[in-house]
């Protein structure tokens, strides 16, 4: 019963390097979201995926892309990291928020 | 500017005692509120939630309570235990905002025993 999984689950980044940060779950969900957390900040929205083939921006979409591969992976690119996007990283998937977000364990990622 | 407030960033309580999160928004147009529970290198996990057609909602020793007129909600943990000690975030949706999810800045509760 894996849920939501993320990998890696750590990175360390040079300034302007690249990575994408995978995700996929496993209970046909038709929504997903990629969250960032930060200290006070809680957790803040960069994109979501509301069904498969369809990508919009959240509250912090800038210096990322996603990709909705299919309906069970859903992918955020980093093209040129920076060191404000070091966070710790969420992936979740819903069938509505009636029903609460599952969240994968995260990703911590350090640009230095 | 912040729509999802949680002025405490901190609460600590005594085991057996009740812990009473909080949770202020500014927008009007939320119409379901939730509340998440994070373990250190977890990801959330949902707790429990209220629509805005209710002003409580109970599940066991967790009860939310909703104040629409204030824009306030509360989240009492009663009793207390050791186990509870993590960081709660409270969420809010809008129906005419694609139901995403808006979170506050979280509170970390540290149960004594």
């Known amino acids: 019963n894996a849920g939501v999984t993320q990998t890696p689950k750590f990175q360390v980044l040079k300034t302007g390097q690249s990575m994408t940060l995978q995700c996929a779950q496993d209970?046909?969900?038709?929504?997903m979201y990629w969250y960032r957390q930060d200290p006070g900040m809680g957790l803040r929205l960069i994109y979501y995926s509301a069904s498969e083939g369809t990508t919009d921006k959240g509250e912090v979409p800038n210096g990322y892309n996603v990709s909705r591969l299919n309906k069970r992976e859903f992918s955020l690119r980093l093209e040129s990291a920076a060191p404000s996007q070091t966070s710790v990283y969420f992936c979740?998937?819903?069938?509505?928020?009636?029903?609460?977000?599952?969240f994968g364990s995260g990703t911590r990622l350090t640009v230095v | 500017d912040q729509q999802v407030k949680q002025n405490s960033p901190s609460l600590s309580v005594q085991e057996g005692r009740i812990s009473i999160l909080n949770c202020d928004y500014t927008?009007?147009?939320?119409?379901?509120f939730l509340w998440y529970k994070k373990y250190p290198a977890e990801g959330p996990t949902f707790l429990i939630s209220i629509s805005s057609i209710k002003d409580k909602n109970e599940d066991g020793r967790f009860t939310v309570f909703l104040n629409k007129s204030a824009k306030h909600l509360s989240l009492h943990i009663v009793p207390s235990q050791p186990g509870d000690s993590a960081v709660y975030f409270c969420a809010a949706s809008a129906y005419n905002a694609g139901n995403m999810l808006t979170f506050g800045g979280g509170t970390r509760l540290m149960v004594k025993p």
């Open positions: 209970m046909n969900h038709n929504s």
């Open positions: 927008n009007s147009m939320f119409d379901y």
């Open positions: 979740a998937s819903s069938e509505g928020p009636l029903y609460g977000y599952t």
